[in-house]
């Protein structure tokens, strides 16, 4: 069973719109985070939260808006999609801060 | 230029045969992990060092921190082992805990 569940797995928006990527993860971590892949860059660190708090942020952009309801969810709300922002997005988490992290299977975003 | 440099780019093996792969890094790293990406895209968690060497079935990996670099050994290669391979860091020091990656390893193995 997966750990670390993400919603939805594959998701289609249109340049302009706001999409809310899901993240829930089961396995009692308190350091959840969002990374980035896309064919134009490797994989890349978005944020991190640690009991809630955001610790980093390494997203230039305030479009790409991190959102935590409960201790184990993790949403990425994204406004005003542009083409670029087309990627598979990782939620990932760990036990604490720089310990071994665990990824979830992503969402790829395509944005048309 | 990129902290976590990471060879060969692609690699092609014939099955039972091994390989090394290695990612160098440019500044002083606290722990590393490995990870194979599969045809579905999932990241599959291989090894998690702070140092010295791990072994896992066909699998071993060895980080040295005091020279900035880190293996994963590939033996008796298999065809479910096809897929890219990365390796992940976190620096030194550092109050969060970013991982950041190398541009992954291709491999191929071959029947």
């Known amino acids: 069973d997966p750990k670390i569940i993400q919603k939805p797995k594959y998701l289609v928006a249109v340049t302009g719109s706001e999409k809310i990527l899901i993240c829930e993860q089961y396995?009692?971590?308190?350091?959840m985070y969002w990374y980035r892949q896309s064919a134009k860059k490797p994989l890349e660190f978005m944020f991190s939260y640690s009991y809630q708090k955001l610790m980093d942020n390494q997203t230039a952009s305030s479009r790409f808006q991190p959102q935590s309801s409960k201790k184990n969810h993790l949403d990425l709300q994204i406004t005003a999609l542009k083409p670029d922002d087309s990627a598979t997005y990782f939620c990932?988490?760990?036990?604490?801060?720089?310990?071994?992290?665990?990824f979830g299977k992503g969402t790829r975003l395509t944005v048309v | 230029g990129d902290q976590v440099e990471q060879s060969p780019s692609a690699l092609s093996l014939h099955e039972g045969t091994g390989s090394a792969l290695r990612c160098n890094f440019t500044t002083t790293m606290r722990a590393v992990q490995w990870f194979q990406q599969n045809s579905r895209g999932s990241l599959i968690n291989l090894f998690y060092l702070a140092s010295g060497t791990k072994e896992n079935g066909r699998l071993k990996s060895t980080f040295n921190s005091k020279e900035s670099y880190s293996t994963l050994h590939i033996r008796d290669a298999q065809l479910e082992d096809s897929g890219t391979y990365f390796c992940a860091a976190g620096i030194s020091g550092g109050s969060n805990a970013k991982l950041t990656f190398g541009k992954g390893t291709k491999l191929s193995v071959k029947s």
């Open positions: 990932a988490s760990s036990q604490g801060q720089g310990l071994e992290v665990f």
């Open positions: 396995l009692g971590h308190n350091a």
